[in-house]
């Protein structure tokens, strides 16, 4: 009896043990922050409600265009306005980014961001007299360019109150990585070359990394631009001058503990350049990074953090 009853116990420990370790992967994808989230987790359960649920309550903080939003109703003098620590999170951490890239991540940048097109409608390029106006007001906050990334780790946050230890996390090209995947290794990840491309269409891959448990974000100026006059205008403003850049760097990967971290400091690093990305990393050795410039012979170059070299 003893034996039949060990061999029971066995067989239904067994059963149990396959069950776990066979729960499917599972993809939800959708509309979020004007583009689309793709999301990848093993799990005996569809999570997707319970994920557009925590992504809702991101971008009824940090939306610039949901009026009712926390950032629209201080941006338009609310003062009844309460801040929730969701709100104070990402607010304290684009402090700590901007003072240690010096000003080039800049969350009061949305006027100046506004009037070079990028935001909201525009009729005309701003004049030398209105720059130096808005730099002067600064009295607006813009997320933009840390949201979706922390979009990702609110998602990673929930993904992991379940219990669930692999999965992929993307919106918008910013990505958290957990575990593996369905064939049980590393998740591979491409960083897209950087060629002008406005409508999106051109999906070309200049390098592919097989990375997971971190988080990685992209910088470019290759698909948010326009041309007026001859001159090719892009989408990062410098926060210190006003005025959209112009260097050689023409797109910044960032990896990092968290998606909201390697958000910031990629739009940073496109505000640096080059030289001035790689002073921060020499400052940050927990951060890594993958950038794509043009040499003095306008070919495209990369430069890397020599780390990244086991993930290629």
């Known amino acids: 009896m003893r034996g039949i009853l060990f061999t029971a ?72 306005v309460e801040r929730s620590p969701m709100f104070n999170e990402i607010y304290q951490l684009a402090q700590t980014v901007s003072k240690e890239t010096d000003g080039a991540f800049d969350i009061t940048v949305a006027p100046l961001v506004n009037a070079w097109g990028f935001g ?13 106006s808005l730099m002067q007001i600064r009295n607006q906050m813009d997320f933009s360019a840390i949201a979706k990334g922390y979009g990702c780790d609110v998602v990673a946050r929930l993904l992991e109150s379940h219990g ?5 996390i ?22 897209s070359k950087p060629v002008d491309d406005s ?16 988080a990685m974000a992209t910088s470019g100026n290759y698909r948010n631009f326009y041309y007026q006059g001859g001159r090719k205008y892009a989408h990062t403003i410098d926060p210190r001058t006003g005025y959209p850049v112009r260097h050689s760097l023409l797109s910044a990967t960032v990896l990092a503990d968290n998606c909201a971290t390697a958000d910031a400091y990629a739009t940073s690093f496109m505000v640096l350049g080059l030289e ?11 951060l890594m990074a993958y950038l794509i410039y043009t040499d003095k012979q306008g070919n495209l170059a990369v430069w890397s953090s020599p780390a990244l070299s086991n993930y290629q």
Not at 28 to 46: K, L, P
Not at 120 to 132: A, G, I, M, W
Not at 164 to 168: A, G, L, P, V, W
Not at 200 to 207: G, M, P, S, Y
């Open 9 to 80: 116990y066995c067989l239904l420990f067994t059963v149990g043990l396959v069950s776990c370790t066979q729960k499917e992967y599972r993809q939800n994808t959708n509309f979020v922050f004007g583009t689309i989230y793709n999301i990848t987790y093993q799990s005996s359960e569809d999570l997707q409600q319970e994920i557009e649920a925590e992504l809702m309550k991101v971008d009824g903080e940090f939306s610039m265009f949901n009026p009712q939003s926390t950032v629209a109703r201080l941006n338009s003098g609310d003062s009844t």
């Open 120 to 132: 909201f409608k525009h009729e005309s390029l701003p004049t030398p007299e209105q720059v130096d």
């Open 164 to 168: 669930i230890r692999n999965y992929m």
């Open 170 to 191: 993307e919106i918008g090209g910013e990505v958290v990585l957990k575990g593996m995947n369905a064939k049980g290794e590393n998740w591979r990840i491409g960083i």
């Open 199 to 214: 409508l999106n269409v051109d999906n070309e891959i200049q390098a592919v990394l097989s990375i997971t448990d971190c």
């Open 276 to 286: 001035g990305a790689k002073a921060v990393l020499q400052r940050h050795p927990e």
